[in-house]
């Protein structure tokens, strides 16, 4: 398994890097004080790290990591992080056709937490991250406004 983690993204994915099933753990941050559970990740996986201002790892974004590796060779993918770096990895994912073998995990602006109000839709499908999620796999987020818009208190659309 792969697991492509950014920001607090990290702290989801720790217990399947301890589960011993992640090979490879590609983490990113801003910066390198940012990082979180550098050496427990690295104790127990291939870590590779990015961060925005190069102060560990590679300068850079973490889908930067991905050109890296041999992403068709990874059976499993669990990503979990800002919206727009998803995003960037579910574009990866889909351009070699292994969009059906990847997890995302999301974070929405929650209104009921109990699939009433839509604060935390995605559509066309109307997904509800607190009802149907929080995780996604790749497939069914392709092609939606995943990564592209999320709704405010309101519910109006604003874009990531
Ligand atoms: S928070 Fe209301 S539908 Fe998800």
Known sequence: MLAIAGGVGAAPLLPLARSDVVMTFLIGARTEQELLFVDQLDECTDLQIATDDGSMGILGFVPALIDEINLGSYDH?????????????????????????????????????VGVCGSCCIDPAGLRVCRDGPVFSGELLHKSEFGHYHRDASGRKISI
């Open 77 to 113: 993918i669990a990503v979990c992080g800002p919206e727009v770096m998803m995003r960037a990895v579910l574009a990866k994912v889909t351009e070699i056709g292994i969009e059906t073998r990847t997890e995302f995990s999301l974070h929405r602006y929650m209104k009921c937490g």
